[in-house]
């Protein structure tokens, strides 16, 4: 794992050598061209001074002890080209092929040559580029050095600099790292640069929803808990009756009712299963598009016994084929468990009235039955886990709504519950939109 204070150290380090590198090349540059510039002057003005001289004495062309490789050269040929005078070195250059400020190769090194002619002879200067180079160059290295002395200095500062900069950073993570998963609390958020509140105002937020989360679980689990006891107790105790029993009528009573907790206990179980399914908490699955019209031709042929034995009218309204995006299964488990509330809370002979129809921005599940309905002050309460209204005469476990309100949240939509057309039963009509982002599907996911 890189460590971010010392990819910071790194990087800093590294800049601050390249930019002396660019300045040194830069100066490098500059003090070059300005030696040139002076250079050039001087032999201008040498070239001039010696071409205002009367005379020039004379010398041999032999090196003395005193010539020096990059000194400056002196020659002067008369008119007719004879060699008067040199200053340096024992093979004097060429005479340059033009008059003027000019470039010349000799012996594969660069000199720079100024040619002057009037009516009596010809004066030329010379310079080898060498020593302009190393010139240059000298006075680059001298603005340069000084960086490379206090870089230590530069590089411990940097280092401190980082790590008090990331000093926050760090006290984050270590009150993150000492919390027990049962620590919840929200972390401090006072005196926190802006760079890093936000994260730790992400981190809270996250905190939150955990907290919240795990409360609803363990309510859940204690509700669920209390729940089975009762089926799983009436099992016990009519097996031990069963196992008991002296006649045939007594077996068979015990073995009805056990039958009956039996199926009770299994309904159970498989709500509980379909709300883990479909609360916000559970883990998405793929969308995939659902035929509502479909879906609900095929869960009303599956609780149709039931409605023909309470002799209750189903009366189906289709006004086209209706599609929306979503999960299958908890799609499946809203509509079949709103079905199901309807045949199961309808007295014998009435009707129930099952629309599916859209509008533009979404699909409508309308769903009207002629049971006793919901009285307004409780059409809240009834979509909390396994409440159930007071005086209702009902194998219902409490969850049902609750898988409904859940699955309907999952998909952004909306639930609303009222009365039927005719002042009695129920009404409840879902609004499903049929664009969604995967947030609004998912709104446990920060």
């Not at 003027?100 to 012996?107: D, S, Y």
């Not at 994260?199 to 669920?224: E, H, P």
């Not at 709300?275 to 599956?302: C, F, K, Q, W, Y």
């Not at 919901?374 to 005469?393: K, S």
Request: aromatic share 6%.
């Amino acid at each position: 794992m890189s460590s971010i204070g010392k990819r910071l150290l790194v990087l800093l380090l590294g800049a601050l050598t390249v930019a002396a590198l660019l300045a040194g090349v830069s100066t490098y540059l500059k003090a070059h061209k300005e030696v040139n510039e002076l250079f050039d002057y001087q032999l201008l003005q040498m070239a001039l001074s010696l071409r205002d001289q009367k005379n020039i004495e004379q010398r041999p062309t032999a090196a003395s002890d005193y010539e020096k490789e990059d000194d400056v050269t002196i020659q002067v040929w008369d008119t007719t080209g004879t060699l008067m005078y040199v200053s340096l070195h024992d093979v004097p250059l060429p005479r340059a092929p033009y008059a003027g400020l000019q470039t010349v190769i000799f012996r594969d090194a660069e000199w720079r040559v100024f040619l002057i002619t009037d009516q009596t002879r010809t004066i030329q200067v010379s310079q080898p580029f060498k020593a302009r180079r190393e010139m240059s160059f000298t006075f680059a290295l001298r603005t340069i050095m000084p960086l490379f002395f206090i870089f230590p200095a530069l590089a411990v500062m940097i280092w401190f600099v980082v790590r008090y900069t990331l000093k926050p950073l760090t006290e984050v993570a270590d009150g993150v790292a000492r919390r027990s998963p049962a620590t919840l609390e929200p972390l401090p958020e006072n005196n926190l640069p802006a760079e890093i509140l936000p994260l730790v105002q992400r981190l809270n937020f996250l905190f939150d929803q955990l907290s919240r989360t795990f409360d609803i679980q363990k309510r859940f689990v204690a509700d669920a808990a209390h729940e089975l006891r009762t089926p799983l107790t009436v099992v016990k105790l009519q097996v031990r009756i069963l196992e008991r029993s002296a006649s045939d009528d007594e077996r068979t009573g015990a073995l009805e009712t056990l039958k009956s907790g039996v199926d009770r206990a299994t309904r159970l179980v498989g709500q509980l299963l379909a709300l883990a399914r479909v609360e916000p908490e559970a883990p998405p699955v793929p969308m995939v598009d659902v035929s509502l019209n479909g879906m609900v031709t095929e869960i009303i042929a599956e609780q149709a016994r039931h409605a023909t034995e309470k002799r209750i009218n189903l009366v189906i309204k289709d006004d086209g084929p209706v599609s929306v995006t979503g999960e299958s299964d908890a799609l499946r488990a809203m509509i079949s468990n709103l079905i199901e509330n309807a045949i199961l809370y309808t007295m014998p002979g009435g009707t129930i009235d099952i629309a599916v129809r859209q509008n533009e921005r979404s699909a409508l599940i309308d769903i009207g039955d002629t049971g006793p309905g919901i009285p307004p002050d409780e059409r809240e309460r009834v979509f909390d886990r396994f409440y159930r209204r007071q005086g209702m005469d009902s194998t219902g476990c409490g969850l049902g709504l609750a898988i409904v309100k859940s699955a309907v949240s999952r998909h952004g939509g909306t639930i609303l519950l009222g009365e039927a057309e005719n002042g009695k039963g129920l009404r409840v009509v879902i609004e499903l939109p049929f664009h969604h982002s995967y947030v609004a599907l998912n709104p446990h996911i920060v």
